[in-house]
């Protein structure tokens, strides 16, 4: 029997992967945790349903060129098992008209060592995706005797979950940004709520963007799961829809991080990086400065990268200015072309989740 999964941080030589699907991709209907998380701005505000199929087989084209990129370099590659998104959901606290995707997985998986955790997402139609990945836990679990196949508390997501009145169209951005300097987000701190793409793991240092879709409780929760880690959290208040780390702040190795120029690490949380010799760079600007049709993130997509070992990275194929950046920093740039699969729900990172990488829990910040 072999081991299959480990990994501890986004930069050790990656061996094994899963890459998401766009299948029967849906437009969720409104509920409470989302309409705060589509830009009021969006051609997406009270649309829902099925994507049109043309978005949907350009997008697999998309995520065929990552598989080919990671395959071509010796590492393996899994998929997950697409459900009938499209389905009514119910659990005996709530019910939704529908499900979403099994785009992105980084959202959905959590890997720290030889534990994959499936996470406690805050938006209803979230709560079933888990499903889309079982067979390859269960895979992992037959032929890896050490893997640990985990579930983190589900949430129930009743109302009492979400501050209710906190979305009105007409807030300004401004009011926005008052809102997250102020940790101000849409959840409650009545249960533990987190997805996986607000956890930034880096060995024994787990850093966790407090924001629209994690919230403090999740935190208190992490560091009584993992006892020998240290929790910290990261507010961003530059950025007026904070969801998910990985196109604010991003290791490429150990020592260097990208930062998202329009979004720095609230007073103090810098620190731990200063004492410790890390260097901090602003990225690139974005190649682009509208994002795709029918997409929720931001042009900031253009630093979602996926780092294969701590000289190589891939690099969506239309952000120039981040490659060549990447390209200065002394990483070798493998450029894809990713960019009809970010409305799925995002870049190079987000559209993968960690099996392998070689190495151990090592303490970047003694
Ligand atoms: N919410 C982020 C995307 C995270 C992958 C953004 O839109 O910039």
Not at 214 to 236: D, I, K
Not at 273 to 291: C, I, M, S
Not at 316 to 341: C, F, H, T, W, Y
Request: negative net charge; charged residues 25%.
């Amino acid at each position: 029997m072999a081991k299959i999964v480990n990994s501890w941080n986004d930069w050790d030589p990656l061996k094994r992967v899963i890459v998401g699907r766009c299948d029967n991709s849906v437009i969720p209907p409104e509920e409470p945790a989302t309409s705060e998380k589509v830009p009021v701005d969006s051609e997406m505000r009270g649309m829902w349903g099925l994507r049109p199929l043309a978005t949907v087989e350009r997008g697999n084209e998309c995520l065929e060129n990552l598989v080919k990129a990671v395959e071509d370099r010796g590492v393996v590659v899994d998929r997950p098992t697409p459900l009938q998104w499209n389905q009514a959901i119910g659990t005996p606290d709530f019910r939704n008209d529908s499900m979403m995707t099994c785009m992105p997985p980084r959202d959905i998986l959590l890997t720290i060592g030889n534990e994959i955790m499936a996470s406690a997402n805050s938006f209803r139609c979230r709560y079933f995706e888990y499903l889309a990945y079982w067979p390859l836990m269960k895979q992992y679990f037959d032929e890896d005797p050490e893997f640990l196949w985990t579930q983190a508390p589900r949430p129930r997501l009743t109302d009492a979950s979400y501050k209710h009145n906190y979305y009105d169209e007409k807030i300004t951005l401004e009011e926005r940004l008052v809102r997250t300097a102020n940790k101000d987000f849409v959840t409650t701190e009545v249960e533990p709520m987190w997805d996986a793409a607000d956890v930034m793991r880096m060995g024994k240092d787990l850093f966790i963007q407090h924001g629209l879709t994690t919230n403090r409780t999740a935190m208190e929760w992490f560091q009584r799961y993992y006892p020998e880690l240290r929790v910290h959290a990261m507010n961003f208040p530059g950025d007026p829809y904070p969801i998910h780390i990985d196109a604010t702040f991003v290791p490429l190795r150990p020592g260097l991080i990208i930062n998202n120029p329009n979004r720095h690490p609230a007073e103090g949380q810098l620190a731990i990086f200063e004492a410790n010799d890390w260097q901090v760079v602003d990225a690139a600007q974005p190649a682009h400065t509208e994002p795709p049709a029918l997409c929720y993130s931001s042009v900031w997509l253009s630093m979602n990268c996926l780092v294969l070992d701590p000289s190589t990275v891939i690099v969506e194929a239309s952000e120039v200015n981040q490659q060549e950046q990447m390209d200065k920093l002394g990483m070798n740039v493998i450029p894809v072309d990713l960019r009809d699969a970010y409305p799925f729900g995002g870049g190079l990172h987000c559209s993968t989740a960690d099996v392998y990488r070689e190495g151990g829990c090592e303490d970047y910040f003694p």
